[in-house]
């Protein structure tokens, strides 16, 4: 048994040489980079980018035929349909994106922030949604340490800052895409992210 754990030790040192005599090769300025920080803006964009990566699969993994699914089993009166809560995680993608950018939405939100009435079909509202995700990304990455808590003006009446619309965000995605988790399993759709 002494032998073993010794020998354990033995292959554990000597596979850990390699590795510390890379770093130590390492020049100063690529091991100072290594250890820089990540900026504010690229975080939340990166956060963005991967709520995109869940969401885009989720939208087309529903039949266009579904599209205009709501639950019917338990107390579901004046829900979205799965169309309806797809456009309006898009409209308000825009919406906190112009928020923080301090602009005008540049897409139509719709009414009550459900997006353009006129958006139908399945192409369509995809379409739709991966644009509003671009311009959250956009947005997210203009986020910096400089601005991050300067008050703005909250849309929803005092100040808010950057950083909390950008958690709003976050938040109102998750929101719907469990919703829209529930939509598929009651269609008997496996979602994407449990496809493993």
């Given at each position: 048994?002494?032998?073993?754990?010794?020998?354990?030790?033995?292959?554990?040192?000597?596979?850990?040489?390699?590795?510390?005599?890379?770093?130590?090769?390492k020049p100063d300025k690529e091991r100072e980079k290594e250890r820089e920080e990540i900026e504010v803006g690229e975080v939340l964009s990166r956060t963005m980018v991967h709520i995109q990566r869940m969401f885009l699969p989720v939208a087309d993994a529903m039949p266009e035929d579904k599209y205009t699914f709501v639950p019917t089993n338990g107390e579901f009166k004046g829900v979205r349909n799965f169309g309806e809560q797809l456009k309006h995680v898009a409209a308000m993608n825009y919406f906190y994106g112009s928020v923080?950018?301090?602009?005008?939405?540049?897409?139509?939100?719709?009414?009550?922030?459900?997006?353009?009435?006129?958006?139908?079909?399945?192409?369509?509202?995809?379409?739709?949604?991966?644009?509003?995700?671009?311009?959250?990304?956009?947005?997210?990455?203009?986020?910096?340490?400089?601005?991050?808590?300067v008050p703005i003006k909250s849309p929803f009446g005092g100040n808010a800052t950057r950083l909390g619309m950008s958690n709003l965000i976050i938040e109102h995605c998750f929101d719907h895409y469990g919703q829209m988790i529930e939509y598929l399993r009651m269609n008997g759709i496996v979602p994407p992210a449990s496809q493993h």
């Open positions: 048994m002494k032998k073993t754990g010794l020998l354990l030790v033995l292959f554990l040192v000597l596979g850990l040489i390699p590795c510390a005599t890379a770093q130590a090769a923080i950018l301090g602009e005008k939405p540049p897409q139509d939100p719709g009414e009550n922030h459900n997006g353009p009435a006129s958006l139908k079909n399945k192409g369509e509202i995809i379409k739709y949604l991966g644009e509003s995700f671009l311009y959250l990304i956009k947005a997210a990455g203009s986020v910096n340490e400089k601005n991050m808590l």
